[in-house]
């Protein structure tokens, strides 16, 4: 396995991983043809020195994905924290370590760009996800709200 930046071509399947549950099931476009918002959104991410889109490769395969996003901030002295979103895993390779290998990969690139704080979210309907998470270390330390736009 093998992480590197997502490419364009990288989008499908992408969205595919994104949908293949029952959050994501109701709200992303898989296919082979996606609509143009993801185009748009993953040019915007790919030429923002703050945001890396990442796969996790197996044998030339998208195994995983997930969005690093470096958020400069006055709070801890001024110092930049690392948000992770979007982590998801071929459904066929969840188990295997690809997702805590992932999470590992995000918070040494936080700690290596000097960040004092790596942060995610994951919905309350995913508690595989929080046992996961909580697993490797991170605390449900705070309490995120979200006011979504129609």
Known sequence: ????????DDLPDIVRLLADDPL???RETPGEKIPEAYFTAFAAI???????LVIA????SVAGTLQLTFIP???????????????RVAAEQ??????????????????????????????????????FYQKIGFRPSHMGMKYHLT
Request: hydrophobic content about 30%; proline content about 3%.
């Open 73 to 87: 901030g006055l709070t801890y002295t001024g110092s930049e924290r690392a948000q992770i979103e979007g982590v």
């Open 94 to 131: 969840r188990g295997t370590g690809i997702g805590q290998l992932m999470i590992t990969w995000a918070i040494d690139q936080a700690r290596d760009r000097g960040c004092r704080v790596v942060q995610l979210t994951t919905d309350r309907q995913r508690p595989d996800a929080i046992r």
């Open 57 to 60: 490769d197996v044998a030339g």
């Open 1 to 8: 396995m093998t992480f590197r930046e997502a490419t364009v």
């Open 24 to 26: 994501g099931s109701t």
């Open 46 to 52: 790919e030429k923002d020195p703050n945001n890396t």
